[in-house]
């Protein structure tokens, strides 16, 4: 073979192999980038100071070159704490990946100022606001959102306050005669009958009606309950 033509072939292969190996990979760069962009849209309402950490992609992934990413929040995943986000390839590659991300939220915090024993309902002196991370969701920031409620079990002093740990004010008691209502397109029905469990707004209560029949319904602000369709 003549230097001229391996000369050639050389510069042929060059330039069928240079281009696709340039072209044919994704960034990881613009991955971790949209999946930042998102979480960073997701908590532009967020109370407090925000910080988010997305975690690098292993360099040894291969993924190929997309030309429309798309983040999203995986099914179970929260906007808080150590979470993932996903970023997946609109077109025209179809692959998706999960990035580890770290969200931290900073801000006031609903704290326990005494021990507080179960059945206490809440008043301004049994709590402050301290300055914490909101490390998941449920955590209570505002005194609107704890006083007048009742404590479901005991809990220690400078133990944040969360959604779960709280009853809302018992509106139907046990052995109460209760209405019931029941909503349709254009009609409303109503009976009464008797709780057959305490429960606070928005909680499920069980009322026996005057035919024996047992019914669920949820606990509405006027005392009453209505079923749910």
Known sequence: MSK???????????????PVLATSQQSHAAISAAALAFAQAQNKNQSGEVHIKVTDIDRRLK????????????????????????????????????????????????VASRPLTQ???LGPADFHLQLGELSRSGILTSPEQAIGKSLKFSIGAGQVLRQDMLRAPLLIRQGQTVTLRARGKG???SQEGIAMNNAGEGEIVRIRTTSSQVVTGRTMADGSAEVQP
């Open 4 to 18: 001229q033509l391996a000369s050639l072939f050389l510069l042929i292969g060059c330039l069928w192999g240079g």
């Open 187 to 189: 009609f409303v029905v």
């Open 119 to 121: 059945g206490t309902i």
């Open 63 to 110: 993924l190929a070159a997309c030309d429309k990413l798309q983040a999203f929040l995986p099914a179970g995943a929260k906007l808080i704490g150590k979470t993932s986000i996903g970023v997946r390839c609109v077109s025209p590659a179809d692959w998706s990946v999960f990035l580890q991300t770290d969200i931290k939220v900073t801000l006031n915090l609903l």
